[in-house]
């Protein structure tokens, strides 16, 4: 028998026809360095992420990796690279608010180097950050690892990472869960992830109530994981500070909306979820998409799970995963409900959880789907794109990132076709920017 790798390989291979360029390709990914240390990218048309209406013929100077100057004329200092973007929509690299960088499928792979390859690929598709809210014991070190690094690299060729670090969920006792937000707080996270399971798994009330209150002692904020509209009321009145899916029972109330909005409390829908629950019923067409088969070098062996006839039998016959096409359609109700009433929404998909329960979350990928779904929802592209960008920030509390302002790091993504008139367009990559240098593409020539 093969390798797993090598067989991966193969079967990449065949499958695409383009192996050789495919993989070679993505070894020797590397940057392209910018000449004399400020780049301008005039004359495009730039979305800043804040929801302010686009601007148009603008340009944006970036220097050392942040960005000095956004608008029609800013001063170019003598010697810039100008780069033409005449035609280009150019906005802020994309935040997944909620996805999983965790170690995957292949336990050959070393943990640090299957993250960097997972990131890698999220940059590839223009999302430049993502929040991990969850990991296994054996990733939140190198999550963290990771994290630190981006902050003092001067070039990164791969997304940002922050993390939760380990979920803290199914404790019997206060003082069990007090002791693990304790020990996932000593790791330095940027979050607590908590987890309202149903029954039998659920904590009681005074045991998820300490996680909040433990949490908050630290000085840690906490995202919790809610599916009912009861435990969504219950949390944010503990002082839950970001929703990390959508209410799926019923319509929210006006009760929740008044107290989330009384603490600025933010909503990540993660819309593409519910969908990879009982998309794999049948073989979604999307996997035929050019734009999804850039990322096969790493969706290739979730491909084969989720494409298998008995699997796609299993979904069929799951009442849970049936159940779940009118969790998304409520899920969609309440993204709207909750946009109009001036809840912050932020766009995430749970992408890339690993275990052996969830298959086909395909982090990068999706992120680009999340967005077509919260305009399905009744979000303007406009709002979704905020979702996507400064509303992340916002939500997540992540500094300089998300929106294209003076001083932020210059995480951009350059598109061919303008998302405002068809939100789809934000898979027609032009390039990616991070930390103000272009990144090579993995998998296109
Ligand atoms: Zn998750």
């Known amino acids: 028998m093969l390798p797993i790798s090598l067989r991966l390989a193969i079967l990449g291979a065949a499958a695409l026809g383009l192996a050789g360029t495919f993989l070679i390709e993505e070894r020797t990914a590397a940057q392209t360095p910018a000449a004399g240390g400020v780049t301008a990218l005039m004359n495009a048309r730039v979305i800043d992420g ?6 148009e013929k603008a340009t944006i100077v970036m220097r050392d ?9 800013p001063t170019i200092p003598a010697g810039a690279t100008r780069v033409d973007m005449a035609g280009k929509t150019i906005m802020p690299g994309m935040i997944n608010a ?3 960088a965790q170690k995957g499928l292949d336990p050959k ?3 640090r180097e299957d993250l960097i390859r997972q990131l890698r690929m999220t940059a590839n598709y223009g999302v430049t950050t993502v929040v991990s809210l969850g990991a296994n014991k054996d990733d939140e070190l190198e999550q963290i690892k990771l994290r ?3 902050r003092t690299a001067t070039t990164l060729d791969r997304s940002r990472v922050f993390t939760s670090g380990a979920s803290v969920r199914r404790f019997k006792t206060a003082q069990e869960a007090r002791a693990e937000t304790n020990r996932v707080a000593d790791i330095k996270p940027d979050i607590i992830k908590l987890h309202f399971d149903d029954p039998p798994g659920n904590m009681d009330a005074e045991t998820w109530g300490a996680i909040v209150e433990e949490a908050h002692k630290r000085g840690l904020r906490v995202t919790p994981h809610i599916f009912y509209l009861r435990d969504a009321k219950a949390v944010v009145k503990k002082g839950a500070d970001v929703l990390a899916h959508s209410v799926r029972d019923m319509d929210v109330d006006a009760e929740l909306i008044a107290d989330m909005k009384a603490r600025d409390v933010g909503v990540i829908p993660t819309l593409t979820r519910e969908v990879t629950v009982f998309v794999y019923e049948s073989t979604p067409a999307w996997f035929k998409d050019p734009f ?3 990322g096969m070098s790493l969706f290739k062996e979730h491909v084969d799970i989720v494409s298998a006839p008995e699997f796609q039998q299993r979904v069929r016959n799951d009442k849970v995963a049936q159940s779940i096409k009118q969790a998304l359609v409520q899920a969609k109700r309440n993204v709207k409900i909750m946009a109009d009433a001036g809840i912050p929404i932020a766009m995430g998909t749970d992408g890339g959880v690993p275990n052996n329960m969830t298959f086909g979350r395909f982090l990068g990928y999706l992120e680009h789907m999340e967005l077509e779904l919260l305009v399905e929802s009744g979000l303007t592209p406009m709002q979704a794109l905020t979702a996507a960008t400064g509303n992340g920030a916002r939500v997540m509390r992540l500094d300089r990132i998300g929106t294209l302002a003076p001083g932020n790091v210059a995480d951009l993504l350059v598109l061919d076709a303008n998302p405002l008139q068809d939100i789809r367009n934000t ?3 032009h390039s990616v920017w991070i930390a103000g ?9």
């Open 50 to 55: 804040t929801g302010r209406p686009a601007m």
């Open 65 to 73: 990796g942040r960005i000095d100057a956004v608008g029609a004329n």
């Open 98 to 100: 909620h996805g999983h």
């Open 109 to 111: 792979i070393p943990i």
């Open 148 to 150: 630190e690094e981006q």
């Open 292 to 294: 999804f088969l850039r």
């Open 427 to 429: 898979k027609q990559i």
């Open 437 to 445: 240098r272009r990144l090579a593409a993995l998998g296109t020539n």
